[in-house]
């Protein structure tokens, strides 16, 4: 968010001249109005860094979100009340508070503000994960959950996971054959959009390069834009520089671009006429991929209490890829490049993993089940590095006390599930990279990551916690538990401990270069 002093700079200074003076009236304005506005109704707020006028807290939020977070949270403390310019913002750094947030007062913590490239994008907010709380969001999340993401339903996607496992290792045995390197994070991308354009579309819409391409650089706009820092959301009165820097119409071609891809989704399915009840009591049941069953929905309002329209469709099978691709494929990307810098490490999970496939090619399922040195490495991989760090934004919607502070109605509510997993409080050796805290016996054997345990939050927690971590560490272990059992990885050259281990800057905490190995057949 140090951005935001960037962005209006460059809005500003590409403007004429005439713009810039009204620029600065505007500012004028703005001011005075801060200055002669009433003083706030609660007097008893948390702790609170100084603020600007207009701008409030934004500038103290330089580099990346969470860590900035993370700093002024030492200074301030655990419970923290920021002004994201008109935003009033509260910021919880610790397990504690992480409980009373998203287990004691979840009912009322349990609302997502509204951000206006999220409302564009996901038609309205018709989605799940962004969408406010309230009915409609109850049965669009049960929907999901009873069609895709339950654990039944997730054990019986099994093969088509497995077949997608086996095409990414034939991918790194063909590149290892001929001396290239492997682009892991590009086959992580491509194996879990795969595995959820499968599951949930019925098939694959990347076929061919540069139609693979089109689709990943359209979603990682998408992506971009569901974390990108729009000045319109925290100084509405300055939304005007958005026309000025081009960001609305890279935001108007993005969404034609997702609409159209949809389009073809449905097009598809509506053309096989496979169309089935939710109930499940249509006839194609065992064909019928989520998409099926979304658009069976919307024939068959009758069975909801809020009809589901062509755009609400739409949403929430964006909401699915969207939720369930990147997040995914970050955490098989820093799950590696931890491995990679801690050797020892490698090859004693290697040895868990390979004891127990004893020489088969392709490890499945049932053979995950004793791998427990590969679930703490996965564990602390997502302890370190959870790819939603700060989780997604709640919003409160009712005045609450917190630890006998007021907490206003309609605040932004931040989780720092990154701070929160590195305090030490609750850590031995935070910072160290050492799975074996979870294994039994272990600093923190019995911590796991389903919401229970709120000094170790990747997935959230409460009402609008994660519903696809079934789905999600399915694929992840196995496919970890694959590439390290057929191969050796080591980096093409250079000191392992060197590997760039820096984030980007987005919603998601993702790799900021590439992961690039080389893998040696082990069998
Ligand atoms: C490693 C992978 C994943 C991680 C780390 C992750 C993490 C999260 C987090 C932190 C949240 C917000 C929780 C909160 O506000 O308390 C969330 C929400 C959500 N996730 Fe995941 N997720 C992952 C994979 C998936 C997958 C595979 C799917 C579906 C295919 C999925 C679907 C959703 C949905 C629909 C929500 C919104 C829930 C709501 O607002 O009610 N996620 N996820």
């Known amino acids: 968010m140090n951005r935001v002093l960037q962005f209006l700079e460059r809005g500003i200074t590409s403007a004429n001249p005439f713009l810039m003076y009204l620029c600065f009236f505007l500012f004028v304005l703005l001011v005075i ?257 989520f998409a099926d069953v979304m658009l069976g929905i919307e024939k068959d309002a009758s069975t909801h209490f809020i009809p589901f329209a062509r755009e609400c469709t739409k949403a929430i099978l964006l909401d699915m890829f969207a939720a369930g691709t990147d997040t995914t494929s970050i955490t098989l990307d820093w799950t590696m490049s931890e491995l990679i810098r801690h050797p020892k490490i490698m090859k004693e999970v290697q040895k868990e993993v390979r004891d127990i496939a004893r020489g088969k090619l392709l490890i499945t399922e049932n053979d995950i089940e004793g791998m427990h040195y590969l679930r703490s490495v996965l564990k602390e991989a997502l302890r370190l590095h959870p790819p939603l760090p700060l989780l997604v934004p709640r919003e409160s919607m009712e005045y609450i006390t917190l630890q006998g502070y007021d907490i206003p109605a309609k605040t932004m509510v931040i989780i720092n599930a990154a701070a929160i997993g590195r305090d030490p409080k609750y850590w031995e050796e935070p910072e160290k990279f050492w799975p074996k805290r979870f294994l039994k016996n272990g600093t923190s054997a019995s911590v796991d990551f389903r919401g229970q345990d709120f000094q170790f939050i990747p997935f959230g927690a409460g009402k609008r916690g994660c519903p696809g971590i079934t789905f999600a560490i399915s694929a992840v ?29 987005g919603i998601t905490a993702f790799k900021n270069t590439e992961l690039v190995l080389t893998a040696k057949p082990h069998y």
């Open 33 to 289: 109005k801060f200055k002669t506005q009433g003083a706030t109704k609660y007097k008893n707020l948390p702790p609170s860094p100084p603020k600007l006028p207009i701008i409030g807290n934004l500038h103290q939020l330089r580099g990346i979100p969470h860590q900035a977070y993370r700093a002024l949270a030492q200074k301030y403390g655990p419970l923290m009340y920021l002004h994201l310019g008109c935003k009033p913002t509260l910021v919880v750094s610790s397990a504690d508070l992480a409980r009373a947030v998203m287990k004691t007062y979840d009912h009322v913590f349990a609302s997502r503000p509204e951000m206006m490239f999220s409302k564009r994008l996901l038609y309205g907010l018709m989605d799940v994960a962004f969408t406010p709380y309230g009915e409609y969001w109850r049965q669009g999340r049960k929907v999901c959950v009873v069609q895709l993401l339950n654990a039944k339903k997730v054990q019986s996607f099994q093969s088509s996971r497995e077949e997608e496992i086996n095409l990414m290792l034939e991918k790194i045995e063909h590149a290892s054959l001929s001396n290239s390197v492997v682009n892991l994070s590009e086959m992580f991308t491509s194996f879990t959009n795969d595995n959820v354009c499968k599951i949930a579309f019925g098939r694959k819409y990347n076929e061919g390069e540069l139609a693979g391409r089109q689709l990943r650089t359209i979603l990682n706009e998408f992506t971009y834009f569901l974390g990108a820092f729009n000045i319109a959301d925290f100084i509405p009165s300055l939304a005007w520089v958005n026309y000025l820097n081009g960001l609305n119409a890279r935001l108007e071609q993005n969404f034609s671009q997702i609409d159209s891809f949809l389009d073809e989704v449905i097009e598809d399915h509506i053309g096989k006429k496979k169309i089935i009840n939710d109930d499940g009591g249509g006839k194609n049941e065992e064909e019928a991929d």
């Open 477 to 505: 272990e196995l496919a970890l538990a694959n590439i390290l059992n057929r191969f050796d990885w080591a980096l093409p050259n250079g000191n392992a401990k060197d590997l760039d281990m820096q984030e980007g800057f």
